[in-house]
């Protein structure tokens, strides 16, 4: 007789859920509730009771999963399941939870707020930055603040009116750093961990996650299950693989904006928004700055008209932008840095990497969630912040969605509304509006004209130049222009790009516009105050129809 020497696998211990159930009405709606269950693979027992208004299930975890009882027994009619610490769905045991949130950014804690309100359980896992992810710590915050500093110096130093004459204010660059590092600090207490305090639901757990399985992670050597995840991981700074660059020291914003000494001599790599707003603040704080970009226009994806105007901004306040650039080594000599380039060698004290973002979708084990992503990391979600596994969602920058805090808030909302309330919720980017803090500012809403020939709308633009608009004739600023697009056949709206001095403040009109679907006829015929910059989008409304230089300052 042949001894059996297969390992047999240990039984699964049943576990037990109890859930708060409303909309019954009846005996009969409990007995319906139990009948739904009849077929379902794992279900051991099941006893729902109209009297409590709850229903008691044992499963074997292995078959069937918390996710699926709950998704079951909200399935069609009034039903729903009630989440959260009083007779929710969530265990007993202290490392499981309704909700798990990975990221401590703008979309986490919008989802973490909105969670709250619906009284679920919510474990938050943040690594990496600090909580307020990038936006507060690193991004809008201090980039904003530093910019702000700069044209401060700048326009001391350049005055257009006769009756001004120009100086050098005095400049601490170590003061300016250190108050931005206040800032960043009173503002991350205030407006998230401040926040977070006081939501009872909310824990918060420092460390990095990583997937053991699709309802599992482990963070700090212990394993934490959640019903629901959102992956809200955010993006980092994505760095080319060039020879030598590792062994230079080099900076990205996170490290440059921490730096109290002022370099001399900055190469900046890359020329999109993040590039240039450093580039221009750091020029202007008086360190010589060098863009060494490979593409042959500065911010790539906007048409040429905007980056050309931009470009000879740049250049006339004296900052070097070289274009078509490849680099085959960084070596370090001493205190300088030698970039060998195409074009020959540039020599510097730093260099700040800013070539675009990667998202933080690494070293999570994210392959055992099964969660898809794209070939750049970033997760595949839809318009409902689902991904393709079902009880995982994701917000954010390090989804395939466009990047901004603003974007991720409502991300983050719309996920767990989704999640949990079953809402259907969408997000809706039509005319979203964004902003690019150089001088002069970069604005946009909705599309420009290579995106409207994409989706094959039938277009025509109408340009004002900013020596045509009062406003900034009156202060002596006319850099720039004001540019509307719209669908040729209806007159409707359809996109606006800005780039003049405080630009960004009518990226909101021109959205608005565009979300409640006015035509060029509309806005022509709007009241806008005179010797506003907004005015100049009336200017830019009329101009389809008339040319506005041969009309008197009201024209209408």
């Known amino acids: 007789m042949f001894k059996n020497l297969m390992k047999r696998k240990p039984p699964v211990e049943a576990e037990e859920m109890i859930v708060e159930i409303t909309g019954m009405t009846c005996d009969h709606c409990a007995t319906s509730i139990e009948k739904r269950f009849e077929k379902e693979i ?5 006893e729902v009771s109209y009297k409590a208004g ?11 999963s918390k996710d699926s009882i709950i998704d079951t027994i909200n399935r069609g009619g009034n039903y729903k399941v009630v989440l959260g610490t009083n007779g929710s769905s969530g265990s007993s045991e202290s490392n499981q939870y309704d909700l798990i949130i990975i990221g401590g950014g703008s979309a986490a804690f919008s989802a973490a707020t909105t969670a709250n309100d619906l009284g679920l359980t919510v474990l938050m896992v943040n690594a990496g930055l ?13 980039s904003k603040h530093l910019i702000r500093a700069a044209e401060q110096i700048h326009r001391a130093q350049h005055s257009p009116f006769n009756g001004v004459a120009g100086a050098n204010p005095k400049f601490d660059f170590k003061a300016t750093i250190q108050q931005k590092k206040e800032l960043v600090s009173a503002l991350q207490k205030k407006k998230y961990l401040d926040v977070v305090d006081g939501l009872e639901n909310i824990t918060i757990l420092e460390g990095w996650a990583k997937f053991v399985d699709p309802h599992t992670i482990e963070v700090n050597g212990k394993q934490y299950k959640g019903m629901k995840f959102l992956l809200a991981t955010g993006a980092t700074t994505n760095v080319p693989d060039i020879k030598g660059l590792k062994e230079i020291d080099y900076l990205t914003n996170v490290s440059l904006f ?11 790599l890359g020329a999109g928004y993040i590039a240039l ?11 010589k700055v060098t863009i060494l970009h490979r593409s042959e226009r500065i911010l790539r994806k906007q048409t040429e008209d905007i980056t050309d105007d931009l470009t000879s901004h740049f250049r006339n306040e004296g900052i070097d932008i070289r274009t078509n650039v490849s680099i085959s080594e960084f070596i370090k000599e001493g205190d300088k840095v030698l970039a060998h380039t195409n074009t020959g060698i540039v020599e510097a004290t730093h260099v ?24 750049s990391g970033h997760i595949r979600v839809n318009d409902r912040q689902e991904t393709n596994v079902r009880h995982i969602f ?11 805090v603003y974007t991720a808030a409502k991300e983050g909302k719309v996920a767990v509304n989704n999640a949990f309330k079953s809402a259907g919720d969408k997000v809706d980017y039509t005319g979203l509006p964004w902003v690019v803090f150089t001088d002069p500012q970069i604005a946009g809403a909705g599309m420009d004209e290579a995106e409207a020939e994409v989706a094959g709308i039938p277009y025509e633009t109408s340009v004002m130049p900013l020596s045509e608009i009062p406003r900034a004739q009156a202060a002596l600023d006319t850099r720039g222009f004001i540019k509307l697009i719209r669908n040729s056949e209806t007159d409707k709206l359809i996109g606006g790009r800005i780039i003049a001095p405080e630009g960004g403040e009518l990226a909101m009109q021109i959205s608005l516009a565009i979300k409640a679907g006015m035509t060029v006829h509309d806005l022509a015929d709007m009241f806008h105050p005179y010797l ?25």
């Open 532 to 556: 506003t910059l907004s005015e100049g989008v009336k200017l830019a409304a009329i101009t389809f129809d008339k040319d506005v230089s041969e009309l008197s300052c009201c024209a209408s």
């Open 130 to 142: 600090d909580f307020g992810g990038t936006c507060v710590n690193v991004g809008c915050v201090p």
């Open 352 to 375: 700040v990497v800013a070539t675009g973002t990667k998202a933080n979708t690494f070293s999570m084990d994210i392959e055992k969630a099964g969660v898809e992503t794209e070939t």
């Open 277 to 287: 707003e450093i580039a221009q603040a750091y020029h202007r704080f008086g360190t």
């Open 54 to 64: 709850k229903g008691t299930f044992s499963y074997n975890p292995d078959r069937i």
């Open 394 to 404: 994701g917000a954010g920058d390090c989804t395939n969605t466009p990047a901004f």
């Open 42 to 46: 794992g279900i051991l027992s099941k």
């Open 258 to 268: 921490e730096m109290e000494e002022q370099p001399k001599h900055l190469i900046v």
